[in-house]
């Protein structure tokens, strides 16, 4: 069981509604997009995980398998994606929109129109003192898109990350291949979404909840999926 683990710093159990859960975190070799995402889900996790067990995965590892990376050195933006990039609120948790590649990549996946509405929608919020409006027009898929920060293992440190082509499939493929439910997450050190699940009727919300600490880090730990077994 040398893959499997609880990362430093992190905590195995968590309470929610009344229940406890723990939470594994599985380490695998760093995946690129040669590799399918069912074989390594089959490779590092299914002999850990047990009836009852969910699967999660994050939404990074999936869209890597995809060729979702795209290399910095490939992406040319345009003025506008230059000036809006500067009016995005910088946190520690990542670089987001707030670089000029990564907000030509928004741009690119949501549209021009969405992003410019969005964009005026988030400058009236904080007039009023209102934050989050920003990603609540643009969307899951500029939400997602992550840029290359110190803690960013090679290769994507030269590379701007999108959100998975079809999460809710990708979940369904890998379920199949191992057994259990799972899920297709986007989780960060400030909360998150679950972006797929298989099958359907998983309870989203409460998994986020479940995963709202980010068992997984987002650093150095290699660790891109990982096991949720509720404690009996």
Known sequence: ?????????????????????????????????????????EKYAKEHLSDGDILFITEKAVGCTQGRAIPMKDIHPRKLAVILSKFVLKTPYGIGLGIPETMEMALRECGTPRILFAAGVSAFGKIIGKRGWFYKIAGEKARSIDGPCDCTLPPYNECVSLSPLNPDDVCKAVSERVGTPVLVTDINDLGGVIMGAWPKTIDRDLMARILKDNPLGQSHEQTPMGIIREVK
Request: contains cysteine; negative net charge; hydrophobic residues 35%.
């Open 1 to 41: 069981m040398e893959n499997i683990t609880v990362n430093e710093k992190k905590v195995k159990d968590i309470e929610v509604d009344g229940k406890t859960y723990e939470r594994y975190a599985i380490k695998t070799h760093v995946i690129t997009e040669v590799d399918d995402i069912c074989d390594v889900a």
